[in-house]
């Protein structure tokens, strides 16, 4: 049987271009984004600050903390704690659901004193614990939220034949999914213990969503179905979408000047 956000997916493509569909536009030039689960979307704007905008309402706020550099990286899966990554300062921002900071967390040194060279972040499902990879050592490290080490893996160049320098981090379902750029994924249980390597289509974003791997390679959107290992392609309904995210039957597609949005009517 298909997986039933799978299904919706393609129904929901399908009405696009059978003209039976509602396509909002916001006008924001972006270099990352996200979606929560209430139809907001997260950016980083070009003046470096988290914008939230709530589809329904039409309304935004906004978080800058200008000390910090450079923001890369939003994990919104809990939208009453957002995690917010600043690579420059080796430092994550927790906000509240107003975009107030909760806490602030350098990951640049562990308990020990060891240097950390931290490039990707994300928050564990359902908890306040993080997942993080330190360049230096070539680990993954799980943290408590004060930061000390809960648990760490292998060195990557011990465990792994391939080059995983431009990564991503997705965590879900007791796993964390350790994304290259090009279609590796490394995947860890809540211990960082390697399991598995899959092997996907090469994307520069990747999306977590019911077992589904979803991104854009050479166009066109897929789904990687991890319980069945099979892709699945679908057509972007604009041209230059960067960065796509789907959930319940919605469509975010990011450009370098817009996010749009396609969803049924």
């Known amino acids: 049987m298909k997986n039933k956000l799978l299904v919706i997916l393609l129904i929901t493509s399908t009405a696009l271009y059978a003209g039976d569909t509602i396509r909002q536009t916001i006008a924001i030039s972006s270099s990352y984004f996200t979606t929560d689960p209430?139809?907001?979307?997260?950016?980083i704007n070009t003046k470096n600050e988290i914008v939230r905008r709530d589809l329904a309402e039409g309304e935004s706020i906004t978080y800058s903390n200008k000390l910090l550099g450079h923001a890369s990286f939003i994990d919104a899966s809990n939208p009453l704690k957002v995690l917010v990554f600043?690579?420059?300062?080796?430092t994550v921002v927790t906000l509240d659901n107003y975009l107030s900071p909760l806490s602030t967390l350098k990951l640049?040194?562990?308990?020990?004193?060891?240097?950390?060279l931290v490039t990707a972040v994300c928050r564990e499902a359902e908890s306040d614990r993080l997942w993080i990879y330190d360049a230096l050592s070539r680990k993954l490290l799980r943290l408590d939220a004060t930061g000390t080490t809960l648990n760490s893996s292998e060195p990557f160049d011990v465990l792994l034949d391939k080059n995983y320098d431009s990564i991503?981090?997705?965590a879900a379902d007791d796993k964390v999914y350790v994304c290259s750029t090009s279609g590796d994924i490394a995947v860890f249980d809540?211990?960082?213990n390697l399991l598995y390597v899959l092997q996907v289509p090469a994307s520069q974003y990747y999306q977590w969503n019911d077992k589904l791997l979803i991104g854009i390679h050479e166009g066109k959107g897929f789904f990687y179905d991890i319980t069945t290992?099979?892709?699945q392609t679908w057509v972007i309904p604009d041209a230059d979408v960067i960065q796509v995210q789907v959930k319940d039957g919605v469509i975010y597609g990011?450009?370098?000047?817009?996010?749009?949005?396609?969803?049924?009517s």
């Not at 640049?108 to 950390?116: C, F, G, I, L, V």
């Open 38 to 43: 209430y139809q907001r979307v997260y950016l």
């Open 86 to 90: 600043y690579p420059e300062a080796q």
């Open 108 to 116: 640049n040194k562990a308990s020990d004193n060891t240097q950390r």
């Open 168 to 170: 991503s981090l997705l």
């Open 190 to 192: 809540s211990y960082a």
């Open 229 to 231: 290992q099979e892709t």
């Open 254 to 264: 990011r450009k370098a000047r817009s996010v749009v949005v396609w969803r049924r």
